[in-house]
């Protein structure tokens, strides 16, 4: 709460502090007008350029008065400076990402406005919620891409909204700029994000951020309760030589665990007594799991030889990164629950992994006008998991900690011809159990600024994440090491990209994954003769046989009648594999129909439609909150129940308003909808907010 309050205050004290003593000049580069989310990660890798912020402005009488940009994308105009001063646009606004890709601030409303704007605020096309704000959210499909060189803690169902390093946004901007993102819950709460980010200087700029959120929810013993605290910071010095950046990042993610419903048939008979959610039985009332991260991360580097002469540009530039992190993930219960099989306690359970590392890079990059830009680094990764103690089991010792150095060399290129880009990047280990080898490799062509098409390439090695390979509980069925059985996960992926707002969109990948890592379900043999076998447990497995897995999304936008749209999203996926562990429906697709309308001579902007999704039946990963994962089941099949949303949103000025009844079908297609066995999707509910941005 205190965070809260001082994001309030430094926001009520910006707007009546003036701009900086020398505001910024509009520099003379064309940047793309609409912009990413505040939190998403950029769509291609690039070799780390020089950012260059603007120039000083001669005279002290800026000010932004008007946006250049309607909704829709169409120019509006701004009221110009005087005469004699350069004028600022929105497009001096920067967002710059940890590969600089940079694209500026954006306050259009669009339908892809829409899909973000949500609790995590991003496309949550791929996911679906828990019925609860905050929960867990079941994974539609699979990014083989996204895998880092070297195993995570694990609790991956807790880290949807945990934010990694990629995901931290840097920013340059001529005026203090904030943001207010305001939206209800589904009840007993709401989700605040407030940020600002101001230059102090023509070569400083730094930022504050914070997301919290709390949400009671509808059914017993559910809450959520969220913070994500940002801080960020770059630098670039006068002579251009010397380029800094930093953040500080503290997250925590608290959740209430009951378990699922108790009896089923109170939730889908429909019956008026259990309409209120709160009156439905649970498997248990007095569970919870929370993860806790903080991140220093630091990143610069000095161009020790340098020449700007236009017929032989060069540079030469010394670099260091350094990532120190450390996460904690706890799971508490008051009493021991059947559930889970037997315990070593019968009252105040509490289990905890810890994981601190430490992540140093050293890199000399030559950046020229033939060659392109070339990277030579090398990587010291220091890893510290560990438990309180040793436990000793009827068949092993299980040690309570995994510790070591990793070292890794790698190399990357980057060169821009045209219309037509090529990037590569490789690492490997050369010491050490844990990492392998990342390979990465895309090639793009851009016809236009909108028609872009990709392909890319990547291949990557490394051990499971770690609480696979050790984790200790006090429920005896959750206590294994397997360091000496596991082998590194292998991933190859090659996937396509083809992106025209006037034909469609396209991306298509095809994987192949070997010892691929999950949880399944396995009987605990522990039940004496003529007693009652015990509920099987998650359990960790790996299974050495490939998995082909291939995935293809289309999404194309049809306008017709001058004001209406049909926006359609479909993907499909198939999965070949011996054994059924990779579960993702065949089909899912998304389809808007909306109106969208200048009002009022233009002082409203008005976007109003419904929205249907729909995926077919799959067996889907089941939730088991002790471990924070998700684990393969074969019993239920959930999905083939549609999902449809009404919205009204408005834009007036630099304000978007958001309201939606989401759901809305609920009660009248059948109390069968589930976000994962056991745990149902939400129920109809309105929910409203709006995203508010000021330049002064």
């Given at each position: 709460m205190k965070k809260v309050c001082l994001i309030f205050w430094l926001l009520l004290t910006t707007q009546i502090i003036s701009a900086q003593d020398k505001p910024l000049n509009k520099e003379q580069q064309d940047i793309p007008v609409d912009s990413i989310p505040l939190n998403e990660k950029p769509d291609i890798p690039l070799v780390e350029e020089y950012y260059e912020p603007s120039d000083t402005l001669q005279g002290n009488n800026t000010e932004i008065k008007k946006d250049i940009v309607l909704a829709g994308g169409r120019p509006r105009g701004i009221d110009t400076l005087p005469a004699?001063?350069?004028?600022?646009?929105?497009?001096?606004?920067?967002?710059?990402?940890?590969?600089?890709?940079?694209?500026?601030?954006?306050?259009?409303?669009?339908?892809?406005?829409?899909?973000?704007?949500?609790?995590?605020?991003?496309?949550?096309f791929e996911l679906l919620p828990f019925n609860n704000v905050g929960q867990t959210y079941n994974s539609l499909a699979v990014d083989a891409n996204d895998i880092t060189q070297y195993p995570q803690l694990g609790a991956r169902a807790k880290h949807f909204n945990y934010l990694e390093v990629e995901d931290i946004n840097y920013y340059h901007v001529p005026t203090p700029t904030t943001e207010l993102f305001f939206k209800t819950v589904m009840e007993q709460g709401q989700i605040?994000?407030?940020?600002?980010?101001?230059?102090?200087?023509?070569?400083?700029?730094?930022?504050?951020?914070?997301?919290?959120?709390?949400?009671?929810?509808?059914?017993?013993?559910?809450?959520?309760?969220?913070?994500?605290?940002?801080?960020?910071?770059?630098?670039?010095?006068?002579?251009?030589?010397?380029?800094?950046?930093?953040?500080?990042?503290?997250?925590d993610i608290l959740n209430e665990e009951n378990g699922g419903l108790l009896l089923r048939e109170q939730f889908e008979s429909g019956e008026d007594e259990f309409i209120e959610r709160g009156r439905i039985d649970v498997n248990y009332e007095n569970a919870e799991n929370f993860l806790l991260g903080k991140r220093y991360f630091i990143d610069h580097d000095y161009a020790f030889l340098r020449n700007n002469d236009s017929t032989r540009h060069y540079s030469l530039s010394l670099g260091h990164r350094f990532n120190y992190e450390t996460k904690l993930y706890r799971f508490e219960q008051s009493q021991q629950n059947d559930l889970f099989d037997e315990s070593f306690a019968t009252s105040s359970l509490r289990d905890q992994a810890r994981l601190k590392t430490m992540y140093n890079q050293i890199r000399l990059k030559y950046n020229s006008g033939l060659l392109g830009s070339v990277i030579l680094k090398a990587n010291l990764y220091n890893y510290n998991y560990y438990f309180n103690s040793i436990v000793i089991t009827d068949d092993q010792i299980i040690t309570n900690q995994l510790k070591d150095d990793e070292i890794a060399v790698g190399a990357g290129w980057n060169k821009n011809i045209g219309g037509f880009g090529v990037y590569a990047d490789i690492n490997s280990n050369i010491s050490g159990d844990m990492g392998g080898t990342k390979i990465y490799a895309s090639a793009k062509y851009s016809f236009t600024q909108d028609d872009v098409i990709k392909f890319e390439l990547s291949s990557t090695s490394r051990m499971p994440n770690f609480n696979f390979l050790l984790?200790?509980?006090?429920?005896?069925?959750?206590?294994?090491?397997?360091?000496?059985?596991?082998?590194?996960?292998?991933?190859?992926?090659?996937?396509?990209?083809?992106?025209?707002?006037?034909?469609?969109?396209?991306?298509?990948?095809?994987?192949?994954?070997?010892?691929?890592?999950?949880?399944?379900?396995?009987?605990?043999?522990?039940?004496?003769?003529?007693?009652?076998?015990?509920?099987?447990?998650?359990?960790?497995?790996?299974?050495?046989t490939e998995i082909n897995y291939l995935k293809v999304k289309v999404n194309k936008e049809f306008r017709f009648l001058k004001n209406f749209a049909l926006n359609n999203t479909i993907m499909y996926q198939q999965v070949d594999q011996e054994n059924d562990v990779l579960n993702v429906p065949e089909i899912i697709t998304r389809n808007t129909l909306y109106y969208s309308n200048h009002l009022f001579k233009k002082a409203l902007y008005?976007?109003?439609?419904?929205?249907?999704?729909?995926?077919?039946?799959?067996?889907?990963?089941?939730?088991?909150?002790?471990?924070?994962?998700f684990y393969i089941q074969d019993q239920e099949k959930i999905g083939a129940f549609p999902l449809l949303d009404f919205f009204i949103n408005a834009k007036v000025q630099r304000t978007r308003i958001y309201f939606k009844a989401e759901h809305f079908n609920s009660s009248f297609t059948g109390y069968d909808f589930y976000s994962a066995p056991n745990n149902p999707y939400r129920d109809f509910i309105i929910r409203f907010g709006l995203v508010w941005n000021f330049f002064s």
């Open positions: 004699a001063e350069t004028q600022i646009t929105i497009k001096d606004y920067k967002i710059i990402s940890l590969q600089r890709d940079t694209v500026s601030f954006d306050t259009t409303l669009t339908i892809q406005k829409e899909y973000k704007y949500n609790y995590l605020r991003r496309d949550d605040l994000d407030a940020f600002i980010t101001m230059n102090t200087s023509r070569q400083f700029n730094f930022s504050i951020a914070y997301k919290g959120m709390r949400s009671l929810g509808k059914y017993q013993h559910i809450l959520s309760s969220t913070g994500n605290f940002r801080f960020t910071s770059n630098y670039l010095s006068k002579n251009k030589r010397y380029n800094l950046r930093l953040h500080y990042t503290s997250q984790y200790q509980s006090d429920y005896k069925s959750y206590n294994w090491q397997n360091t000496d059985v596991f082998l590194k996960e292998e991933t190859q992926n090659i996937g396509f990209s083809f992106k025209s707002d006037k034909w469609l969109n396209i991306d298509a990948s095809y994987s192949k994954l070997k010892n691929y890592t999950y949880f399944g379900l396995a009987q605990i043999e522990n039940a004496e003769e003529g007693e009652e076998q015990p509920v099987a447990q998650a359990q960790p497995y790996q299974l050495p008005l976007q109003t439609g419904v929205t249907f999704k729909y995926f077919t039946e799959y067996y889907a990963n089941a939730y088991n909150p002790l471990l924070g994962e």
